[in-house]
């Protein structure tokens, strides 16, 4: 797998964290979510239809975590539309209060293309996030959760396999899809 090559500015980046920050505002005001619309990015980049996802931590806990795989929306969009997903659906939590808000912590994680993995063996920690899916059962994993939880290459393997809802171990089955993406993380 060739490197991701696609980074932002500081610019870009706090254009983007300031728009995961009012969408949730947003979203927290009584219809301020339909009044609200996401100000034209500064730069062409944040137009690019590219994967993302919002993650939300309190302290070192997760509070929230959405996201899309591919996106048939500007890259801009679909931060906005994941930052509320993440604050008030992510089924896993009570949708954020005012006073959680407050806390919170925000990661926003820019995907790239998504291949299949053609050797598990290949698989970098830090460097790759993952994907397998068997059948009807699919799990992802971002590159930053095994650098977080201390996981080797295996283990990551096997955290992926279970957030499907599959064995640890299925990922060594033929029956099982593993695809291989790295991301742009801030």
């Not at 500007?74 to 806390?103: H, I």
């Not at 971002?142 to 640890?168: H, I, M, N, S, Y």
Request: charge should be negative; aromatic fraction near 10%.
């Amino acid at each position: 797998m060739e490197g991701f090559r696609f980074d932002l500015t500081g610019e870009e980046k706090a254009y983007l964290k300031d728009v995961v920050r009012r969408s949730i505002e947003a979203g927290l005001t009584r219809d301020g979510e339909a009044c609200w619309k996401v100000p034209e990015p500064p730069t062409d980049k944040l137009r690019e239809h590219l994967g993302a996802f919002v993650c939300l931590h309190i302290g070192q806990e997760l509070r929230g975590c959405i996201g899309h795989i591919m996106s048939d929306a500007p890259l801009y969009q679909t931060v906005a539309q994941m930052a509320q997903a993440a604050a008030f659906q992510d089924p896993r939590f009570t949708p954020l209060s005012p006073d959680e808000f407050k806390e919170v912590l925000l990661e926003i994680s820019i995907l790239g293309p998504i291949s299949p993995c053609p050797d598990p063996n290949l698989v970098e920690v830090g460097r790759h996030g993952l994907i397998v899916r068997q059948g009807h059962c699919q799990g992802l994993l971002l590159p930053q959760v095994p650098v977080e939880w201390g996981w080797d290459r295996e283990k990551f393997l096997e955290q992926t396999c279970r957030k499907a809802g599959l064995p640890a171990n299925a990922w060594r089955s033929p029956d099982t899809v593993i695809y291989w993406f790295e991301a742009v993380v801030f």
